[in-house]
């Protein structure tokens, strides 16, 4: 299983950026995906999660409003519309997808996961 995101970069503050994360070697659509990030000096965190359907998707508190997670099951992509970025959203972000299969219920422990990208750095200047 490879996971391939990108789209991360340096923006001002209320800018956005568009991360997506290509999937191979797994059938996409029948997982969970997730993105987290971790930023330095920081443990790696929840930050949005969606059903194998895409009719769900849950948030982190912190980017509630501001961030939207997608998928596209038939390019086996995943996606996070970040708007109004702020200082504190720089951090590496990773994608990932859950270890079981289907499920409608988003997780949002590391744990769930079972395979990583290799992470996108997103810098937000003040």
């Known amino acids: 299983v490879q996971l391939q995101a990108s789209g991360g970069g340096l923006v001002q503050a209320g800018g956005s950026l568009r991360l997506s994360c290509a999937a191979s070697?797994?059938?996409?659509?029948?997982?969970?995906m997730g993105w987290f990030r971790q930023a330095p000096g920081k443990e790696r965190e929840f930050v949005a999660g969606?059903?194998?359907?895409?009719?769900?998707?849950y948030y982190a508190d912190s980017v509630k409003g501001r961030f939207t997670i997608s998928r596209d099951n038939a390019e086996n992509t995943v996606y996070l519309q970040m708007n109004y970025l702020k200082p504190e959203d720089t951090a590496v972000y990773y994608c990932?997808?859950?270890?079981?299969?289907?499920?409608?219920?988003?997780?949002?422990?590391?744990?769930?996961?079972?395979?990583w990208g290799q992470g996108t750095q997103v810098t937000v200047s003040s």
């Open positions: 969606i059903s194998w359907s895409g009719s769900s998707t």
């Open positions: 990932a997808t859950a270890a079981s299969v289907w499920g409608t219920i988003v997780t949002t422990t590391l744990g769930s996961y079972d395979y």
């Open positions: 070697g797994r059938t996409f659509s029948r997982y969970r």
